[in-house]
Nanobody, 127 residues
Framework: QVQLVESGGGSVQAGGSLRLSCVAS???????MGWFRQAPGKQREGVAA???????SYSDSVKGRFTISKDNAKNTLYLQMNSLKPEDTAMYYC??????????????????????WGQGTQVTVSS
């Protein structure tokens, strides 16, 4: 089944930038992909998604600051995060709409159902 491995998280000051990467193995380029985040004590929320045709969508809280992109040749998904704010602090997860047998967590963002997840990468933004 598909495997997703995120990297690129870290600690930055407000106003800084980070780029997250997610390498997918056994991934179908016909599936959609997305980034979610979860802060302590809060529900996981969708941040950005990209469909198989390259169309993108964003949550209102990151629109204009974050950019999602993918490189199908490298099976890699990216999230460029600029003008970071302390409220962006969270664990960031890569996800795909490709089905994962035995999936235990399902989330919906902009009408797409995601049930395959990476292990997450921590982003901490200090003021």
């Amino acid at each position: 089944q598909v495997q997703l491995v995120e990297s690129g998280g870290g600690s930055v000051q407000a106003g800084g930038s980070l780029r997250l990467s997610c390498v997918a193995s056994r991934y179908s380029t016909s599936a959609g992909m997305g980034w979610f985040r979860q802060a302590p004590g809060k529900q996981r929320e969708g941040v950005a998604a990209i469909d198989r045709d390259g169309s993108t969508s964003y949550s209102d809280s990151v629109k204009g600051r974050f950019t999602i992109s993918k490189d199908n040749a490298k099976n890699t998904l990216y999230l460029q995060m600029n003008s970071l704010k302390p409220e962006d602090t969270a664990m960031y997860y890569c996800a795909t709409t490709q089905k994962c047998p035995g999936a235990t967590y399902i989330a919906v963002f902009r009408g797409a159902v995601f049930d395959c997840w990476g292990q997450g990468t921590q982003v901490t933004v200090s003021s």
